[in-house]
């Protein structure tokens, strides 16, 4: 589409992951055994045809810029626009009143002004999911639409989420945080179109007037002055906010049906790629119902666990529902239920680290037990 642009908000102000994100901006988290949180937007905007797209990111992005390098694993390393890597002029301080994703928009009016397109799609990096933006942008342009908001049917409600009612004609007609309003169950998964020239607009005016809250000063003062447009999503798609929910996704790769609707649709998630050898398999591996990525060298039990690039699980040891990171060791005779580790760790001989699905045990980056 050589008419929509795309801006992936890269930022943590939305989610606690503690020692995952301690590191690292949540764009960059490691997902599925080979991929990055960012992979999932960033393949559904190139998978649409969008090949400008701008990731504006806050802090700790250097492992989001060795993952993302030049675009090319993409197809986003052009001479004309391409991807481009945006970070802030300043560091966001937590006593600023406004939100972040205020901040990084407002920061790259810039951007969006000297790039050629009428739409811009807005997006957050945080959920997983496969989608095309092609037919977002699609109703929108069909609609007449000033600002079109993506929402996914939910039977729960959570504090901190903002839902949508959409009348009859899937126009937006109202905007609730949280448990506000029970009857509204349309749940806004952090994907906007907008008509360039209306948001940038909007955040010049907002600039202007101090005003700095995405959702109170854009999308819910368009309401009564703009056509604002609901898009429903239909497929699988789950939002990582914490530790709980990142374990949860990434045990919903075990279903059948969620892989097929993540890795096995028509559009392909797309990422870096790095030459590793075939995973050795030694005499008294053991393995079941796991997601096993390339260079890893395994000789214990490993049951209900994704491991990532390069991981040594030695003779004896056992690991269970668990998630192990790039390049670590379990050692002879240690016994892992639960655990999210992050990479470059080592347990060592004999040690028990037992966790629970609700409640897992996280081990952060380059850490020995």
């Not at 994100?21 to 649409?48: C, H, Q, T, W």
């Not at 739409?119 to 997983?128: E, K, S």
């Not at 994907?191 to 360039?196: G, L, M, W």
Request: net charge neutral.
């Amino acid at each position: 589409m050589m008419d929509t642009m795309g801006v992936i908000i890269a930022c943590n102000d939305k989610v606690n992951l503690g020692e995952l994100e301690r590191v690292r901006s949540v764009s960059a988290l490691p997902f599925g055994g080979r991929y990055r949180l960012i992979d999932f937007v960033l393949s559904g905007m190139v998978n649409s045809n969008i090949i400008n797209v701008g990731v504006a990111t806050d802090y700790n992005y250097q492992s989001l810029l060795d993952h993302l390098g030049s675009g090319k694993p993409w197809d986003l390393a052009r001479k004309k626009y391409g991807l481009f890597i945006l970070p802030p002029f300043a560091r966001h301080h937590e006593n600023t009143s406004g939100d972040i994703e205020m901040e990084l928009l407002t920061g790259i009016l810039h951007y969006m002004k000297r790039s050629g397109q009428k739409y811009v799609v807005v997006a957050d990096c945080n959920n997983i999911c496969n989608i095309r933006f092609d037919d977002i942008v699609a109703q929108h342009r069909h609609n007449e639409a000033d600002i079109t908001v993506v929402y996914q049917r939910t039977d729960s409600r959570k504090d901190g989420e903002v839902y949508a009612t959409v009348d009859d004609d899937n126009i937006v007609t109202s905007l609730h945080y949280g448990k506000g309003n029970k009857k509204c169950t349309n749940r806004l998964v952090g994907y906007y179109v907008f008509t360039k020239e209306v948001l940038i607009s909007m955040l010049e005016k907002c600039q202007l007037q101090g005003k700095n809250n995405f959702v109170q000063d854009i999308l819910v003062a368009s309401l009564d002055r703009r056509k604002v447009m609901g898009y429903c999503f239909e497929g699988y798609l789950k939002t990582i906010t914490d530790i709980d929910s990142y374990y949860n996704v990434s045990m919903d790769l075990f279903d059948s049906h969620t892989r097929k609707s993540l890795f096995v649709a028509d559009d392909k998630i797309l990422t870096k790629t790095k030459d590793k050898v075939p995973t050795r398999y030694l005499d008294d591996a053991d393995v079941t119902s796991s997601i096993i990525a390339d260079g890893c060298i395994i000789n214990g039990t490993v049951e209900n666990c994704i491991l990532f690039r390069g991981v040594s699980v030695e003779k004896g040891a056992v690991i269970k529902n668990s998630i192990i990171m790039q390049d670590c060791v379990v050692s002879e005779g240690a016994t892992l239920d639960s655990v999210i580790m992050d990479k470059n760790c080592v347990i060592r001989k004999g040690k028990t680290l037992i966790g629970q699905p609700d409640f897992p045990i996280v081990v952060g980056k380059r850490r020995t037990i």
